[in-house]
T-cell receptor, first 113, second 118 residues
Framework: KQEVTQIPAALSVPEGENLVLNCSFT??????LQWFRQDPGKGLTSLLL???SQREQTSGRLNASLDKSSGRSTLYIAASQPGDSATYLC????????????WGAGTKLIIKP | DTGVSQDPRHKITKRGQNVTFRCDPI?????LYWYRQTLGQGPEFLTY????????KSRLLSDRFSAERPKGSFSTLEIQRTEQGDSAMYLC????????????????FGPGTRLLVL
């Protein structure tokens, strides 16, 4: 059974710091890995999608990396701001999971002003 | 286009009642997904449509759950004889792909419908 794990479950850092969120997955034959943001009581917003052939994707202050051999992805947030406070979820897709998104439970991030 | 919309945003019902949720995907998106999310967990896949065809259903989707997408546009998710365990956020997502199978497309999520069964 494919699993996606995110550690820590919660993280609190002062504004302005650079930070890294971690995601590990058990299925090495993934098609892609995605990072989403979820604000309290809201739906999910796709942040970055990394294809299996790619090593990283960047959008503004966000950079996501993918290492299929180790089963890990990281989301790097530069110069964090209070507005970055949210829950960040990663999810992968693979043929073995019949292309279903397999989700982690998320990391709740709090940026302190 | 303003994105995926869901209605209602919140629903409180008594155990045993039926409820129906609606999802309007982004126009021209041919795929539509339903997920369920409980507090502190990632979403769980329920079912998905390509155009009007329901192509896959999760084992989580018991006989009390039914979903339709009659004209390949909006979709409804009905839960019959609700139970307290059905309390969750129900999320809808849509995507556009030319591929015959899923994968490698970004799903756009709606704001969700939060269901509370008393």
């Amino acid at each position: 059974k494919q699993e996606v794990t995110q550690i820590p479950a919660a993280l609190s850092v002062p504004e302005g710091e650079n930070l890294v969120l971690n995601c590990s997955f058990t299925d090495s034959a993934i098609y892609n890995l995605q990072w989403f943001r979820q604000d309290p009581g809201k739906g999910l917003t796709s942040l970055l999608l990394i294809q299996s052939s790619q090593r990283e994707q960047t959008s503004g202050r966000l950079n996501a990396s993918l290492d299929k051999s180790s089963g890990r992805s990281t989301l790097y947030i530069a110069a964090s701001q209070p507005g970055d406070s949210a829950t960040y979820l990663c999810a992968d897709q693979s043929m073995d999971s019949n292309y279903q998104l397999i989700w982690g439970a998320g990391t709740k991030l709090i940026i302190k002003p | 286009d303003t994105g995926v919309s869901q209605d209602p945003r919140h629903k409180i019902t008594k155990r045993g009642q039926n409820v129906t949720f609606r999802c309007d995907p982004i126009s021209e998106h041919n795929r539509l997904y339903w997920y369920r999310q409980t507090l502190g967990q990632g979403p769980e896949f329920l079912t998905y449509f390509q155009n009007e065809a329901q192509l896959e259903k999760s084992r989580l989707l018991s006989d009390r759950f039914s979903a339709e997408r009659p004209k390949g546009s909006f979709s409804t998710l009905e839960i019959q004889r609700t139970e307290q365990g059905d309390s969750a956020m129900y999320l809808c997502a849509s995507s556009r792909t030319l591929r015959p199978t899923r994968g490698q497309e970004t799903q756009y999520f709606g704001p969700g419908t939060r269901l509370l069964v008393l």
